[in-house]
């Protein structure tokens, strides 16, 4: 069980059933304690409990007044009602209200313990229930949203399946590409992941608002209009989708749906084709800023943005199928970029590409330059025997031969058929070899003389690599040495 409220208006009673929940062998999440019925109502609006456990007589509100008040909640905890009145009528008059039990005080451990065991048990089985269910609802949910071709007879089966678990009343449905915190924390707000790579988000109208001003507003979020009924919600994707896409391009925290039709600016079909001609030029720059001026115009409204994010996928796709033969790629990265709705605006997504683009231009030009590239590994190789005792890493050799940092590593590993981290424990650890072997230098002194500041370092490195340690090895080369006797 995530949460038990106990009301009681006595202290030493309420810590009694606290304590004896406690030794329960039940999981609880969080034990919650009123005083009174009033109080135990507040809790109930503004938390998910899933059971309650109430005296009858208390002030304020009694137990009875408060078993009635919670019929009208969404979210119904069970109920066990304890009371010190072994009177037939208070049973009675709770029991008709949908109370699990009622138990009389003094509380008997065992009775209690067997009570809430079969509390939790059938608490397990609804939410395994309501699980099966909610997925079932969001498979066939998702299908009314994606297939376009869905028949009038098949929403009304969804419609009768799943009505109970829709919203009864007008609802606006929110685009964006992860879950927002509020739907972690309220359970009446019903989403549906991964629809085409989003979190679509079912609100009432006027609960839009409270959870923004709660949780901010930094969502990049898209908003339809308002609507009714499952019927309606293929029409409330499609403009929940389309305001996500304005919201994202303008790198806005949310965007409403508008039905107004724009005079947009066209870009020449064969512009992605432009622009993955100019790799392997010095021309790549050029087109960049071309590229830029189309994201600054779709951003000013002169260009739509569902046209922008196609232009996108289209370059990234041309990319692919011109390179994928001649360099290598990144496919998890690529697949992230392919999809721009998957980051929240298209400063934080353009930036990336831009990264990704000018990473792509200089493997080409490296690669089409194979001799170039050899001459530096070799000077890198030279420049790592030269300076080993120092304190080396990649970035500091990669920038000492002017090459990209990623592009260096993956030329370091084709031509010496280790990676740079292992080359360099190599270089250093063979040199600690032939020193234990042909000097008697301490080994504190032959670690620093190899580049490892910390002895235990290099220790824990040359064990590792050699199977012993370094005083082991040095005595076994010398035992190795010593001259036979006649």
């Known amino acids: 069980m995530n949460r038990i409220l106990i009301v009681e208006d006595e202290k030493m009673i309420r810590q009694g059933i606290v304590a004896m929940l406690k030794r329960m062998p039940v999981t609880i999440g969080e034990i919650l304690e009123s005083r009174n019925g009033e109080e135990a109502l507040e809790i109930l609006k503004n938390n998910n409990i899933d059971l309650m456990i109430t005296d009858i007589r208390m002030p304020r509100m009694d137990g009875i ?20 009145y072994d009177d037939f ?3 009675v008059e709770v029991l008709r209200q949908g109370v699990r039990d009622y138990l009389l005080k003094p509380i008997e451990r065992e009775k209690f313990t067997k009570v ?14 309501t699980q099966m269910e909610q997925k079932i609802g969001s498979q066939q949910l998702k299908y009314l949203l994606l297939n ?9 089966t969804i419609e009768k399946q799943f009505s109970k678990m829709f919203p009864s009343e007008t609802y606006i449905l929110c685009c964006m590409n992860e879950k927002p915190e509020f739907v972690m924390v309220d359970p009446a707000v019903y989403y549906l992941s991964d629809m085409e790579g989003q979190c679509l988000i079912l609100l009432e109208p006027d609960k839009f608002a409270t959870h923004i001003d709660e949780q901010g507003s930094d969502y990049g979020m898209g908003i339809s209009s308002v609507h009714k009924g499952i019927s309606e919600l293929p029409r409330a994707y499609q403009e929940a989708l389309f305001a996500r896409k304005e919201a994202f391009v303008k790198c806005l925290p949310f965007h409403y749906y508008e039905d107004f039709q724009y005079q947009y600016e066209t870009i020449p079909d064969d512009f992605p084709q432009q622009f993955v001609q100019l790799f392997g030029t010095q021309k790549v720059e050029d087109g960049l800023k071309k590229f ?14 569902d046209t922008l994010i196609e232009i ?5 796709e041309q990319l692919i199928e011109n390179y994928e033969r001649i360099i290598e790629f990144d496919m998890e990265e690529f697949q992230k970029l392919r999809e721009p709705l998957r980051y929240q605006s298209a400063d934080q997504y353009y930036e990336l590409l831009d990264t990704w683009i000018r990473t792509m231009q200089q493997l080409i030009m490296e690669e089409f330059d194979d001799y170039k590239n050899k001459e530096k590994i070799n000077m890198a190789i030279q420049y790592i025997k030269d300076h080993y005792k120092t304190e080396l890493n990649m970035a500091v050799v990669s920038n ?7 592009l260096f590593s993956l030329n370091f590993k084709q031509y010496t058929g280790m990676n740079f981290v292992n080359y360099l424990k190599k270089i250093r650890i063979d040199e600690a070899k032939r020193l234990l072997e042909e000097t008697e230098e301490k080994i504190i002194d032959i670690s620093q003389m190899v580049g490892y500041d910390n002895e235990k370092h290099f220790m824990k ?17 010398w035992y190795h040495k010593k001259p036979e006797k006649l």
């Not at 996108?312 to 990234?316: A, D």
């Not at 000492?400 to 990623?406: C, L």
């Open 292 to 305: 830029g001026n189309i994201r600054f115009k779709a951003r000013m409204n002169r260009i739509s943005s």
């Open 89 to 91: 009528n208070y049973a």
């Open 148 to 156: 376009k071709e869905i028949t009038a007879e098949e929403i009304t």
């Open 312 to 316: 996108t996928r289209h370059i990234l």
């Open 461 to 477: 490195t040359f064990k590792s690599v050699c199977g012993v340690s370094p005083s082991e090895y040095r005595k076994n080369s």
């Open 116 to 129: 809430i065991m079969q509390i939790q048990q059938e608490i397990e089985s609804r939410r395994e229930e």
């Open 400 to 406: 000492m031969i002017s090459m990209n940092y990623s």
């Open 65 to 84: 007044t408060l078993v009635k008040k919670i019929q009208e909640l969404p979210n119904k905890p069970m109920v066990i009602v304890v009371s010190g």
